[in-house]
């Protein structure tokens, strides 16, 4: 299980997911993003690759510290669930449109 995140200060990351073709990248974030909240929150293994494009600065917050400041300043876990809320939702919607994609290409073939 994940023992911490990391808070981007410096530099730019691809996150990427292992798909049945291979690797895919599915985000790039930087500056001011959170990396390894999942694994933290949700108590399992790491559920995406990052791989640095640029030089990294990171600050790691080890698990005990993380929840540890998530309880004590509900405005720091209020702005994590709205991170998360909108990668979902960004996620959502590229499966949209990957799914109207497929419906296009069966009803073309």
């Known amino acids: 299980m994940a023992d911490a995140a990391y808070i981007i200060i410096e530099g730019e990351v691809e996150v990427i997911l292992d798909g049945p073709a291979g690797p895919v990248t599915v ?3 930087g500056k001011n ?3 390894g909240e999942i694994g933290i929150l ?3 293994p790491r559920t995406a690759t990052i791989k640095a494009l ?3 600065v990171t600050l790691r917050i080890q698990k005990e510290l993380f929840l ?3 309880n004590e300043f509900p405005q720091m ?3 994590i669930m709205q991170e998360l809320a909108h990668r979902l939702e960004h996620n959502n919607n590229r499966l949209r449109e990957a799914l109207n994609e497929v ?3 069966r009803k073309s073939a």
């Open 27 to 29: 985000a790039t974030i």
């Open 33 to 35: 993003d959170i990396v």
């Open 42 to 44: 949700c108590d399992v």
């Open 54 to 56: 640029t030089r990294l």
């Open 68 to 70: 540890r400041l998530i």
């Open 77 to 79: 876990a209020i702005a």
């Open 103 to 105: 419906d296009r290409l």
